[in-house]
């Protein structure tokens, strides 16, 4: 999905609430947020958020992928395994949906810990270390363990991590 159609999406699940009478929020996270907040890619798989009321947006983006010729978990919260504490920033207040992103420090965090091989997390994270100008991984390990706890951080992503630094 490309940052027009995820926004696109967002405001016809607006328009779905809007129908229901039901004002909702979500925030957006990972690839979602990386296309539609930063522009650092063009595209993301799927919109990874989380949101409430829980029920009626997730049978909302059922309509939307019905509709629209979309998987159907277009809109997922399996990032909610994920999620700690932290500051969100609105992204898109409309009449039904306040749409959330939280801020950077937090998203390379979520990135970091969660980091795939076969997937553009790399790249992400390469990213957000421009970003917010961060210069080494010490910087990266002292962002991780503001959100997560220390035994939290496996040793394949501190590997991951100083791999960034060392290339």
Known sequence: MTKEEIIKFLHLLNDELALQGIKGEIC????????????????????????HPAKQIRDAAMRIAGNNNLREDWLNDGVKGFLTDHAQTVFLDMPNLKVYIPAPDYLLAMKTLSARIDTTDKDDVRFLIGKLKIHSANEVFSILEKYYPRQQIRPATKFFIEEIFQQ
């Open 28 to 51: 957006l996270y990972g690839g979602a947020v990386m296309c539609v907040a930063f522009d650092a890619r063009p595209s993301t798989k799927d919109v990874d958020a989380v949101f």
